[in-house]
């Protein structure tokens, strides 16, 4: 793919959406409540199913128009890399600005953004989150024990995760309500029961596993890009004070059960490839079934943002994907090295990315440091942790000299406790 290609669609310099992004996600016609997967070129939603009928993709092995009008990206997922990547190189050909004038029957496949509304895009059977910042497990561990014992013995050794909740996985748009659940003071001798005091945004990206595997199959580090789709944005609410109580022996459960929220739009790795950059070095030496070659980190541009009600937004922090010191071939080979099968559609989450500077924290815990040091916003209110009637939006993109390629946002508004 020539990567100056342009399009005869129009699209703005700072669009995440350029002709060299083609994200796949789930569309509902808001007039007729047809449900199709499509993809967003600039402001322009392009309906796959119809694009299929005016006679796109018949020469592609191995596809079926059938998948394009699901509820879910799953099938699609399932026709395999070699279908999907093609599908998107034909879009990309199809709208490329020198076939404009032989491809003008394809605009009957154009929608307008006002005119539907994302769904979330995969069915998601199973969601695991990792811990695999170093800035930000040094920054917790710093709060809660102190600097020379920040990070836990094990943490250089394995990408450390656990299993979330699917089902509360929601698609940017949405609202929730404030969680409620045990809470233990430090100054109280008993733990108390109310809406969480210290909600918190944690700013993730996750992937979507692309291909299946049977019990007792495990995915190495070489071989995992083959069994990762694509990438959304990420944001694993946190109830700092409910997981402060509840988290040890087993780890978080009502503090991020409540809520989570992605973007609309699954970025490819095949539109990601160009910004892979290098990451971390890790010492000591990771075990074999961890080692990687090349680079497998990628340049991805975060921000986030508070929006108080009736009011502008501030952004509070700015980080980047690179800062990861586990990547996700790392965390894909850990996550089966024990024979754990992996499903179409199953996410698993990168944890919060922190940078090493402060503006980079990636949840206000850090920016906040546990709330000793409030924000100022834009409207003169403070913030240590998240109110009600806050929306928090999340913003990702990879730039280079030629090309743009981002997500979109990923935002919900916080309601009071219900």
């Given at each position: 793919?020539?990567?100056?290609?342009k399009s005869w669609i129009s699209i703005s310099a700072d669009?995440?959406?350029?002709?060299?992004?083609?994200?796949?996600?789930?569309?509902?016609?808001l007039k007729t409540q047809h449900i199709s997967v499509s993809t967003r070129i600039g402001d322009t939603i392009v309906d796959l199913s119809v694009l299929a009928d005016l006679g796109a993709f018949s020469s592609i092995k191995g596809f079926d128009k059938s998948t394009l009008t699901n509820l879910y990206l799953n099938d699609f997922i399932a026709l395999g890399k070699t279908v999907t990547s093609a599908v998107r190189l034909e879009i990309i050909e199809l709208f490329k600005e020198s076939n404009k004038d032989i491809n003008q029957k394809y605009t009957a496949s154009f929608l307008q953004l006002k005119?539907?509304?994302?769904?979330?895009?995969?069915?998601?059977?199973?969601?695991?989150?990792?811990?695999?910042?170093?800035?930000?497990?040094?920054?917790?561990?710093?709060?809660?024990?102190?600097?020379?014992?920040?990070?836990?013995?094990?943490?250089k050794y394995i990408p450390v995760g656990y299993h979330g909740r699917g089902s509360s996985i929601c698609v940017s748009g949405h609202t929730f309500h404030r969680p409620k659940g045990q809470q233990k003071p430090a100054d109280s001798e008993f733990p108390t029961f109310g809406p969480s005091k210290l909600l918190d945004f944690e700013l993730e990206t996750a992937y979507i596993v692309g291909k299946s595997t049977t019990l007792g199959e495990s995915i190495s580090t070489e071989k995992a890009d083959d069994y990762i789709f694509g990438m959304v944005l990420f944001n694993d609410w946190s109830a700092r004070d409910i997981q402060t109580w509840e988290y040890i022996p087993l780890g978080p459960f009502l503090s991020k059960n409540f809520a989570s929220t992605i973007s609309a739009w699954v970025v490819?790795?095949?539109?990601?490839?160009?910004?892979?950059?290098?990451?971390?070095?890790?010492?000591?030496?990771?075990?074999?079934?961890?080692?990687?070659r090349g680079n497998k980190n990628i340049d991805i541009k975060l921000e986030v943002a508070i929006m108080p009600e009736n009011s502008s937004e501030t952004v509070i922090c700015n980080s980047n994907y690179k800062y990861m010191y586990w990547t996700m071939e790392q965390q894909l080979a850990h996550h089966t090295i024990n024979g754990c099968n992996v499903n179409i559609g199953d996410m698993m989450g990168s944890g919060t990315i922190s940078g090493p500077e402060p503006h980079e924290y990636g949840s206000m815990m850090e920016l906040s440091w546990k709330g000793t040091k409030p924000l100022k916003l834009n409207d003169g209110s403070e913030r240590k942790f998240i109110n009600d009637h806050d929306t928090v939006i999340l913003r990702g993109y990879c730039q280079?000299?030629?090309?743009?390629?981002?997500?979109?946002?990923?935002?919900?508004?916080?309601?009071?406790?219900n």
């Open positions: 793919m020539n990567s100056l290609a669009s995440d959406f350029s002709i060299q992004n083609i994200p796949f996600g789930i569309i509902k016609h005119d539907v509304e994302n769904l979330l895009p995969v069915k998601v059977g199973d969601y695991t989150d990792f811990y695999s910042s170093i800035d930000h497990a040094t920054n917790i561990g710093t709060m809660i024990r102190d600097p020379k014992n920040a990070l836990m013995p094990n943490w490819t790795l095949d539109a990601l490839e160009p910004f892979r950059t290098k990451g971390y070095t890790q010492e000591p030496k990771v075990f074999p079934y961890l080692e990687y280079n000299e030629n090309i743009r390629v981002g997500f979109g946002e990923c935002k919900a508004k916080v309601l009071p406790a």
